[in-house]
């Protein structure tokens, strides 16, 4: 039944906003109780949102939690929040590891020439940009566009997780040996001895790849990038 669904899709929402229960009388029941948002949904704390709407507006009200961070020493040389973009329902989501130079300015993931290769790469899958979901381990550009470093990543990888849940792809591809360490749980990986191998983070399969401002150093691999993409296709048409 369509009201049950969505009325369960609102409940979801507001569940993974942290209520537990929402100010609402049921004239059906003696009681006037509060409605407890987890005795009324039957399946588990983890039901992904399945409401375009409300994964919408789960973004946003993470955004807000972000605020204007100051989390980690990031934010003292930072111009812009870099959050990420996308479609909330994106089958398929990117994960890079930070912003550069161009992202911090314009406060948007990959737009610069890395992100010019993504382009290319995503619109060859046979998606729009404005089909997926792109984002970083890190939401703020680290000096001189050095890795983040393992505190910065700890203060920050809480939001990107968060975005995961709420979008819940179907396939995530991680850009390169940052993005791919904090979400293996693997520390001092050779991204050349990983990628190409899917491995899952909380039950969403993650093909790790090269990121795209390396391939822009060693335009030779991208064929081993496209390979990678391929499974990506493959592992999208088995589901």
Avoid at 184 to 196: E, F, P, V, Y
Avoid at 207 to 213: C, D, E, Q, R, S
Wanted: glycine content about 6%.
């Amino acid at each position: 039944m369509k009201e049950l669904a969505d009325i369960k899709d609102v409940l979801e929402f507001y569940q993974m906003l942290g209520f537990e229960k929402l100010p609402i009388e049921l004239k059906d029941f003696r009681k006037t109780d509060k409605i407890n948002i987890k005795t009324v949904l039957t399946s588990n704390e983890n039901t992904p949102i399945k409401n375009y709407h409300l994964k919408e507006e789960a973004l946003i009200e993470l955004r807000k939690e972000i605020g204007d961070c100051k989390r980690c020493k990031l934010s003292k040389k930072r111009l812009n929040i870099v959050f990420g973009e996308g479609n909330p329902e994106a089958k398929l989501m990117f994960i890079g590891e930070a912003p550069g130079r161009e992202e911090d300015e314009q406060g948007r993931p990959f737009v610069g020439e890395a992100g010019m290769v993504l382009t290319r790469l995503i619109e060859k899958m046979g998606f729009k940009r404005t089909d997926v979901y792109i984002a970083n381990i890190v939401k703020c550009r680290p000096p001189m566009n050095r890795d983040p470093e393992p505190d910065e990543i700890e203060a920050c990888k809480v939001f990107v997780e968060k975005q995961i849940e709420i979008i819940n792809p179907r396939v995530i591809m991680s850009l390169g040996r940052i993005s791919t360490m904090t979400l293996s749980g693997i520390n001092k990986l050779k991204i050349t001895a990983i990628r190409g191998k899917f491995f899952y983070f909380k039950d969403i399969p993650v093909m790790p790849t090269f990121h795209p401002a390396y391939l822009m150093r060693n335009p030779k691999d991208k064929w081993l990038t496209w390979n990678d993409a391929q499974k990506v296709l493959n592992k999208l048409a088995e589901k």
